[in-house]
Every structure is written in structure tokens, then in C-alpha cells.
Nanobody, 123 residues
Framework: VQLVESGGGTVQAGGSLRLSCAAS????????LGWFRQAPGKEREGVAT???????YYADSVKGRFTISRDNAENTVYLQMSSLKAEDSAMYYC??????????????????WGQGTQVTVSS
């Protein structure tokens, strides 16, 4: 499984960005796909994930501001981010995996990771 993120950049607080993650065509349809982020000095945390049954999970800190979606035909998952805050600044990673422990926002559930794309929100 290969995952390639794009769409990161620098934006002012209150602005919007859309991240894209293109998955290789061999990504199993039963995989959960998700977005995670890691700021300097902090642990990687789940932002939004979407499972194969259509279940969607968001971190409390992004609910109402971020939207995850998936284009199955293009094998691409998106993260639309709005009302961005300085605390959203981080490296954002796309990940894929089978949820084994029932915790789709836990990075340990995921086996495959992209290289990351940087999001910087200036205040």
C-alpha cells in the first residue's frame, strides 16, 4: 500500500485548506483510511478517519471544522479543513489499516503511512 499526501501549505488563521491522499490501487477496500497529525514535541494524534462501512470519526478538537471524505473511484481520501487555528499547525499524515482494537483514531491501529504534508496556520 502506498499513500501520497498533498495539499499542505501555509494559511492564515480562519482560512481553509484541503488535503488529499492518493492510495495505491492495491489498497484493500476493507481498510480504514484516516488523517493524523503530529506537531513538534507532541505525539501523533488522530484527526479524522473513515472506515469501510462509512463510519466517520473526528477528534473533538476538529469537529465542525474538518470534513473527511473518500472517492472510491479515485482511491483518494480528502480532508477539508476550515476555520483553521494556529494549534492546527502540524505535519499531517494519511494512514491505512484494519481496525483491530476498535479505536479508529488511534495511530497504533494503522500499518501504512504516507510521508506527510506540512500545514502551518499563522495567527
Amino acid at each position: 500500500v502506498q499513500l501520497v499526501e498533498s495539499g499542505g501549505g501555509t494559511v492564515q488563521a480562519g482560512g481553509s485548506l484541503r488535503l488529499s491522499c492518493a492510495a495505491s490501487r492495491y489498497t484493500e477496500s476493507r481498510y480504514c483510511l484516516g488523517w493524523f497529525r503530529q506537531a513538534p514535541g507532541k505525539e501523533r494524534e488522530g484527526v479524522a478517519t473513515l472506515d469501510s462501512d462509512g463510519g466517520i470519526y473526528y477528534a473533538d478538537s476538529v469537529k465542525g471544522r474538518f470534513t473527511i471524505s473518500r472517492d472510491n473511484a479515485e482511491n483518494t481520501v480528502y480532508l477539508q479543513m476550515s476555520s483553521l487555528k494556529a494549534e492546527d499547525s502540524a505535519m499531517y499524515y494519511c494512514a491505512a489499516g484494519r481496525i483491530r482494537f476498535g479505536d479508529p483514531l488511534n495511530p497504533d491501529e494503522y500499518n501504512f503511512w504516507g510521508q506527510g504534508t506540512q500545514v502551518t496556520v499563522s495567527s
